[in-house]
T-cell receptor, first 116, second 113 residues
Framework: GAVVSQHPSWVICKSGTSVKIECRSL??????MFWYRQFPKQSLMLMAT?????????EQGVEKDKFLINHASLTLSTLTVTSAHPEDSSFYIC????????????FGPGTRLTVL | GENVEQHPSTLSVQEGDSAVIKCTYS??????FPWYKQELGKRPQLIID?????GEKKDQRIAVTLNKTAKHFSLHITETQPEDSAVYFC????????????FGDGTTLTVKP
């Protein structure tokens, strides 16, 4: 089956630093990937759509200069949280769609970010 | 854009009883409706999905129904077990935008032994 990995699985950083999260499709190519943020006891909120070879599309209210997305290859998308602050602490999850009409999503295991 | 509403937000049942979670969506172009189970700190796990060309789908104790006219779909779990306790999310997507999905707010299901 389709497998999506994320790295790191958890990270703790100081306020003001930048953190990079990687999302990889291991056994299939993904021209599109999605990045979600999930706060405790809340739903998954789509942050942006990552497009291979072009700019990401951000959802309303998501700062593109703060959450930098790079989709440099057909199997890798990265999310960089720049100048992280405690309010950025969250669970970040990526997904990649299957091919075909219905686009089942394959989720990465998530990255727990804690900003001190 | 798409808007998905999910009810109830919490649901507590006795082991062996049935549980029903309902979702409504707004975009008539949506054609794929997955249900996910998420345990604390883990990724959402697809448990069943339904496509717009069918009205019902069943997989052992889990079933999903879809009413396209009314724009609602439901998850039914029968003979619930304590290990069914988790947060359940519905979602809706269309065939465009690589399946960009909109999620419901989630239902915390507790199955009491």
């Amino acid at each position: 089956g389709a497998v999506v990995s994320q790295h790191p699985s958890w990270v703790i950083c100081k306020s003001g630093t930048s953190v990079k999260i990687e999302c990889r499709s291991l056994d299939f190519q993904a021209t599109t990937m999605f990045w979600y943020r999930q706060f405790p006891k809340q739903s998954l909120m789509l942050m942006a759509t990552s497009n291979e070879g072009s700019k990401a599309t951000y959802e309303q209210g998501v700062e593109k200069d703060k959450f930098l997305i790079n989709h440099a290859s057909l199997t890798l998308s990265t999310l960089t949280v720049t100048s992280a602050h405690p309010e950025d602490s969250s669970f970040y999850i990526c997904s990649a769609p299957s091919q075909g009409r219905y686009n089942e999503q394959f989720f990465g295991p998530g990255t727990r970010l804690t900003v001190l | 854009g798409e808007n998905v509403e999910q009810h109830p937000s919490t649901l507590s049942v006795q082991e062996g009883d049935s549980a029903v979670i309902k979702c409504t969506y707004s975009d008539s172009a949506s054609n794929y409706f997955p249900w996910y189970k998420q345990e604390l700190g883990k990724r959402p796990q697809l448990i069943i999905d339904i496509r717009s060309n069918v009205g019902e789908k069943k997989d052992q104790r889990i079933a999903v129904t879809l009413n396209k006219t009314a724009k609602h779909f439901s998850l039914h779990i029968t003979e619930t077990q304590p290990e069914d306790s988790a947060v359940y999310f519905c979602a809706a997507s269309s065939g465009t935008n690589a399946g960009k999905s909109t999620f419901g707010d989630g239902t915390t299901l507790t199955v009491k032994p």
